[in-house]
């Protein structure tokens, strides 16, 4: 069985480690791979190896660095093909939405290719007579980087690659339930030219992540994850006085207004809810039907309905399973509570079957709609993360307005309406960090920033954009006042001042 490498202080080593984990297709729930977790004495290896490597790295010219990120952007999209295709083997989703994850990696590398001016910092002449103020901006020292399974290509490369521009060193701690992509993603930066202790990759669970987080030198933690883990990182993180990031779960909400375009809705809502199987931090997972769209409910159900699970390289394949057996479980027993708790469930994927003979032990769940879904319900409450979407009615925007802003979590929400008006009003008074406009999913390109809300985000600054380059740095303000009496005069040296 193949066991997965670590990456320290430069060298893609596996670990001796008799604490393992077995990494699975959850297409069938077979072992692809053993991950050995890192010893105590590996990571503070890491931790030595990040810092030392910090001393020359933050020498390094910002033009220099970005040329390392130029040639590892040529690296991933040579590979685009070959990484999709591991990430698929170890998360189950389908070919074009493995490229996805992949992509939109790619992307943010790309805008860690502009670092020279976006490390550039403020100057003003003349603050008090003779003194100027001006503003450099610096890389903070060794960060910390805590990932999960949903998108191992996109979300480490949300966190590495704009720290090590900014001329920081990192840690990965990717997912322990799909740690080949990111071991991939790793040994492409090193090809790029990363130097050795800029990059390190080290594996584990929560004792890892618990024994780096109290570590002094770590000076920065990003997390992307679950809101009791998400929480227990920020406070852990902040007590020990580092600088905190963590992007948490969701319940995202689509309005959809009587004006809406009825075919646009209907498609994009098919997408936006089960695609992926539901596994995005960013999916529509409840939908609220305003005034009389809610007899649109019935053909939306129609067409989820339609919608196949299958194996990555089907193309007929909506999406994929869900990640593990545990996950299926747990999606499972909200369908059922929803059901025990009065919801109508329109259509029920629990017992969905894979037609394929091999595949019949994987974490497959078919398409779910729950109708008459209301704010008490454990399946509005909780984050289902399956491919289940709930359908609640509404009379007015304003109703629709309120309900979603009782709602505790904010990462992303969407309207569909023909009226600049209506969404006018709704982009300026819902409570939600991202906000689309006939757009279902409005995850922002990376010149933006990654802007969850409320119990979807604790910190301050957001993933990529600038405030990640304000996140992984320090600002050093110098005030400077120069004599003109010291001005020294000579024979070369003859300057007027009059
Ligand atoms: P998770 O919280 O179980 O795990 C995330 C990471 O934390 C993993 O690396 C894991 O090893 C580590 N971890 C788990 N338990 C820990 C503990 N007790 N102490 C310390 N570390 C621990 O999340 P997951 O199941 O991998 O991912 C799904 C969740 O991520 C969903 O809630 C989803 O909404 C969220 N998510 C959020 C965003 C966002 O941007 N807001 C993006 C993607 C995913």
């Given amino acids: 069985m193949q066991r997965v490498p670590s990456l320290i202080n430069g060298e893609f080593t596996i670990s001796p ?6 990494v699975t297709d959850p297409a069938n729930n077979k072992q692809i791979a053993e991950l050995p977790c890192n010893s105590d004495a590996e990571l503070s290896m890491a931790v030595a190896s990040a810092k030392a490597a910090f001393n020359s790295w ?18 991933l999209k040579a590979h685009h093909d070959e990484i999709a295709t591991l990430l698929s083997s170890e998360t189950g989703k389908t070919f074009d939405d493995a490229k996805g994850d992949v992509w939109r990696g790619i992307e943010v590398v790309e805008q860690a ?38 998108f191992p290509a996109m979300i480490p490369l949300w966190m590495f690659p704009m720290a090590v521009a900014c001329g920081n060193t990192f840690i990965l701690k990717p997912s322990e339930q799909d740690p080949l992509t990111p ?4 040994e492409l930066f090193v090809e790029a030219g990363a130097p050795k202790g800029v990059l390190n990759v080290v594996h584990g669970g929560k004792d890892q992540v618990n024994k780096l987080l109290v570590d002094p030198e770590i000076r920065a933690v990003s997390f992307v994850g679950s809101v009791p883990v998400g929480q227990h990182i920020y406070k852990t993180a902040t007590d020990n006085m580092k600088r905190a990031q963590c992007f948490a779960g969701a319940k995202n909400h689509s309005v959809i207004m009587p004006d809406a375009n009825k075919q646009q809705v209907l498609n994009n809502l098919v997408g936006a809810s089960v695609g992926a199987a539901g596994q995005r931090c960013m999916a529509i997972s409840v939908a609220v039907f305003v005034g009389d769209t809610k007899e649109w409910i019935a053909e939306l159900a129609a067409l989820l309905k339609d919608v196949q699970p ?18 299926k479980q747990r999606v499972l027993s909200l369908i059922q509570q929803g059901k025990d708790e009065g919801a109508t469930c329109l259509v029920d994927g629990s017992d969905f079957d894979i037609e394929k003979q091999d595949y019949r032990d994987g974490n497959w769940v078919g398409p779910t709609v729950f109708s008459d879904v209301t704010e008490d319900m454990v399946i509005y409450q909780q984050e289902i993360f399956g491919p289940v979407l709930c359908c609640m009615a509404v009379d007015t925007l304003e109703q629709a307005i309120a309900l979603v802003n009782r709602n505790p979590y904010g990462n992303g929400t969407s309207i569909f309406t023909a009226s600049g008006g209506a969404a006018r009003k709704y ?55 120069w004599f003109e009496d010291d001005i020294a005069s000579g024979p070369n040296m003859t300057i007027s001042l009059k």
Avoid at 118 to 137: F, H, L, P
Avoid at 440 to 463: E, R
Wanted: charged fraction near 15%.
């Fill in 113 to 150: 290719m502009n670092i020279p001016a976006m490390m550039m910092g403020e100057t003003a002449e003349n603050v008090a007579r003779g003194i100027d103020t001006y503003s450099y901006i610096q890389p903070l020292g060794v960060c910390l980087g805590i990932t999960p399974f949903n």
């Fill in 427 to 481: 982009q300026h008074e819902i409570e939600v960090g991202q906000v689309g406009i006939n757009v279902p999913i409005p995850v922002p390109l990376p010149f933006f920033s990654f802007t969850g809300w409320k119990n979807s985000f604790y910190g301050d600054l957001h993933a990529y954009g600038k405030q990640a380059v304000r996140f992984y740095t320090e600002t050093k303000t110098v005030t400077a006042r």
């Fill in 310 to 327: 299958g194996l990555w390289n089907d193309e007929a394949a909506g999406y994929g399973p869900l990640i593990s057996p545990q996950a």
């Fill in 183 to 186: 071991m991939k993603l790793a």
């Fill in 58 to 75: 933050k020498e390094v010219p910002a033009s220099e660095r970005a040329r390392v990120m130029m040639r590892y952007q040529q690296l």
């Fill in 17 to 22: 480690s008799q604490q393992t984990i077995a």
